[in-house]
């Protein structure tokens, strides 16, 4: 198993709000993680990159992180791309790009890295001068999954993506998740685009109030009532 998540337990300032979770992230693998408004996907998330103290394991290739810092634990290949499209504003694409890799072992591929990704995100790479809080909404999270690229991750965890994203880019954003898939990222993606989501997925766990409600193959869960109910809605009928 490339990460595997044991009873993972934190919270904020004596308040614990994810309860003892376990996932599996085989690797090549996209796995989902769904659940309402403050179920604790974030908190989880953030515990896993070492963002948050916790208790229980995060086992990357059998080697247990838990005690390491953020840092260390990125350097690993552990790395998270947060909500809300962290990029340098005043900063090119360039230098936003080159800024993400810091460490020795992703130094030294640097270029073989760049290629991929404008590869991947054409876009970026016809913008690489232009300074980052003058892209759009959507580019910005390009530049964003991009930086984490840069840090030559074996697990990239995603959370909401698609958040606030016009619907053309929400499309986009997904394509692009697909595509790194293609290129064999494993990939942790916490997503309120609950059909968008288990579509892409390989399997996927249902988080409630800080528990795992459910968890299944993404197929599967797309067709069951309680997912259906609880998270698709009318959605489900019209997509
Ligand atoms: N800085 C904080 N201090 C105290 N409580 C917090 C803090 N951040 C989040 N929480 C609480 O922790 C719980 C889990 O929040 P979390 O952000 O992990 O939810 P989420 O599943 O990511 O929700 P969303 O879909 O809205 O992003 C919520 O009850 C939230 O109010
Ligand atoms: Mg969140």
């Known amino acids: 198993m490339l990460l595997k998540i044991e009873d993972i337990r934190t919270g904020y300032t004596g308040i614990e709000v994810v309860h003892g979770i376990s996932l599996n992230v085989p690797a090549g693998s996209v796995i989902g993680v769904i659940g309402a408004n403050g179920a604790g996907k974030s908190a989880l998330l953030h515990a896993i990159c070492g963002l948050l103290p916790h208790t229980g394991k995060v086992l990357l290739e059998g080697e247990d992180l838990s005690s390491m810092p953020t840092y260390e634990r990125s350097r690993k290949g552990v790395i998270l791309v947060p909500e809300g499209r962290r990029v340098f504003p005043g900063l090119s694409v360039q230098d936003n790009l080159l800024s993400a890799s810091l460490h020795k072992r992703s130094r030294s591929r640097r270029e073989e890295v760049l290629a991929s990704i404008f590869q991947t995100f054409p876009r970026l790479r016809e913008r690489l001068d232009q300074a980052a809080e003058t892209l759009s909404g959507g580019e910005q999270q390009m530049l964003a999954i991009a930086r984490t690229l840069m840090g030559c991750p074996k697990v990239i965890m995603l959370d909401e993506p698609s958040a606030g994203l016009s619907p053309l880019f929400v499309q986009e954003v997904f394509r692009i998740i697909g595509e790194l ?17 288990l579509q892409l997925s390989d399997y996927a766990y249902v988080l409630e109030q800080g528990k795992l409600a459910l968890e299944g193959e993404a197929k599967a869960l797309l067709s069951d009532p309680r997912v259906r109910q609880a998270y698709l809605g009318s959605a489900a009928e019209t997509a």
Do not use: S
């Open 181 to 197: 898939r293609k290129i064999g990222l494993t990939i942790l993606l916490v997503e309120q685009n609950v059909h968008h989501c």
